[in-house]
T-cell receptor, first 114, second 112 residues
């Protein structure tokens, strides 16, 4: 596709439920990032992949958060046993593997935990 | 560690006025990259500009201009002759350690 695609756009989960968020990056983009954006805040880094390798997961808030990119393309962010504080917009971005290049963002998945 | 401060939480101006959005950054890196992104109500972050730390030349793109000053660690963004379509949240960010660190954003409202 032309841009980064994320699905679903909206997800409502009951507390304690597991959720899976999907990101389809721009074709050929080696680098993939996940960010979490709370209401009224800037995006905060969660994790980074280069191809299928997860090179940095320092931003994942707890061991309930898990991300994978098994074939170096589509990525899934999984949250187990969701809690209310997980409610946020989850943004995915992809880029070419150079520091001076821009990251292209998807529209995000708005997760609401009730 | 990287840090980006956008002190202006919200700004409202009347259409056609000029407006400047402030950004102050902190970094220990000697080489770094600064960005501005626009987030319209649809939620997608739209890339506006990238600046390398070794290039302090100011840049103009249409109604947009950016003033990068290493002496004050600032990377301010000016919109000239604002339009209603400029209404959005604007984020300044610093790229370091393979990740973007964002400020908290400035919500800009252009009043018709």
């Amino acid at each position: 596709g032309a841009g980064v695609s994320q699905s679903p756009r909206y997800k409502v989960a009951k507390r304690g439920q597991d959720v899976a968020l999907r990101c389809d990056p721009i074709s050929g983009h080696v680098s993939l990032f996940w960010y979490q954006q709370a209401l009224g805040q800037g995006p905060e880094f969660l994790t980074y992949f280069q191809n299928e390798a997860q090179l940095d997961k320092s931003g994942l808030p707890s061991d309930r958060f898990f991300a994978e990119r098994p074939e170096g393309s589509v990525s899934t962010l999984k949250i187990q046993r969701t809690q209310q504080e997980d409610s946020a917009v989850y943004l995915c971005a992809s880029s070419l593997p150079r520091q001076n290049t821009e990251a292209f963002f998807g529209q995000g998945t708005r997760l609401t935990v009730v | 560690a990287q840090k980006v401060t956008q002190a202006q939480t919200e700004i409202s101006v009347v259409e056609k006025e000029d407006v400047t959005l402030d950004c102050v950054y902190e970094t220990r890196d000697t080489t770094y990259y600064l960005f501005w992104y626009k987030q319209p109500p649809s939620g997608e972050l739209v890339f506006l500009i990238r600046r390398n730390s070794f290039d302090e030349q100011n840049e103009i793109s249409g109604r947009y201009s950016w003033n990068f000053q290493k002496s004050t660690s600032s990377f301010n963004f000016t919109i000239t002759a604002s339009q209603v379509v400029d209404s959005a949240v604007y984020f300044c960010a610093n790229f370091g350690n393979e990740k973007l660190t964002f400020g908290t954003g400035t919500r800009l409202t252009i009043i018709p």
